[in-house]
């Protein structure tokens, strides 16, 4: 199968020769027709799956046929909402490569920025307009972008939209749109609360599912470390020295957390920056550049910082935390093992976050292989008791409670059990 087979017109099948892609990815199989077909579609997949050049390229396609003879300044005729500044940066790029043959004229605009720069490529008109819903409301509210003449809607990882509390900015953008348009609607998982949200979108819909299953098992080489949580910063920078070559992304639950460990690898001369929510759209920006170019070797992110990163020479994900939610992991490991390439993701894992590990073993229905030879294995005293044992003195008091009989009108209350050591599965 190729992409002409699905019938990509000549202009970008070139652009994706320049791009080095010569079969599409099972997502881009299984979407092109459909989009071509011009229905709806449901997508069920993360990133890494190709899935922005299995939405953006039917949408090129459609304007480089409708555009030939149109004049004057361009109207927006295609919307791709998305989450983060990253990735929406990262779908325009994708959008000027794919298009560089057509006359598609395509912008992005994002908050945590000044909005000149972006109000001006608006000025000068667009085809295609990739925002982050924050900004775009406000834009259209300053009276700065129309959404009438838009045909074709892309709302792009529901589900972190939804945990990022952006849902009612989504239903009153949805309000704003025609009612005749093409609606692409992706998530990575398909929770009820999504399942509402797409009802709201999508009219007669095709559905798309790549499961996460197939991009982790597949083309990620996995392994798991347990460790103390005081061992983390030695198995990381014993990890970092091993392999000084690599590029590493190393995946840390909170910001707070980020900075520490950008911290502590400075300690030991490794240089690393972090990207999170806190940091400035222009350092995130800075550092991810660095990071892409080879200048940086070590990037620390929070999840949603680094949700969409595209990194192709990513070798190495370190989950210095594992994720509470199973769908993260896979997220996080997708970052490595792209497309074209293989990867290898390594996760730290302490005593409390074992059920998070066994949690994620069950969604990706593996075995993660555990690492039993590294210079900070636990001991076995370091087992700590899920449960705290009781001090001696605790105990006394325990048993005096116990003891305790109910006077009159007192209800009698049952010893509470307790638990020692691990707790019963
Ligand atoms: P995405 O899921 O859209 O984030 O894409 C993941 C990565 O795969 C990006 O680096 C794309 O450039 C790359 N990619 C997308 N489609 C293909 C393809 N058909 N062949 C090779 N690489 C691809």
Redesign the pocket.
Known sequence: MTFKDLGVIEPILKS?EI???????PI?QQSIPILLDRKDLLGCA?????????FTIPIIQHLYNSIQELKGKRKIKALIVTPTRELAI?IND?ITAYGQFTNIKNTVIFGGVKQGGQTDSLRRGTDILVATPGRLLDLISQGFISLKDVKYFVLDEADQMLDMGFIHDIKKLIAMLPAKRQSLFFSATMPASIIDLSRNILGNYEKVTIKPKQATAEKVEQAVYFVSKSNKPNLLVHLIEENPDASVLVFSRTKHGADKVVRMLAKSHIKAAAIHGNKSQGARQRALNDFKDGNLHVLIATDIAAR?I?I?ELQLVINYDLPNIPETYVHRIGRTG???ASGIALSFCNVEEKEYLRDIQKLINQQIPVIEEHPFLLDDNEEVPLVQKPTKNQRKKNNRKAEHKPKEGETAKKPKRKFYGKKPK
């Not at 791009?19 to 990815?25: I, K, L, N, Q, R």
């Not at 993360?46 to 299995?54: D, E, I, R």
Request: zero cysteines; hydrophobic letters at 20%; a positive charge.
């Open positions: 994706l791009a080095g892609y010569t079969h599409p990815t881009q993360q990133t890494g799956t190709g899935k922005t050049a299995a990262q994708n969409g595209d192709e792209r497309a074209k």
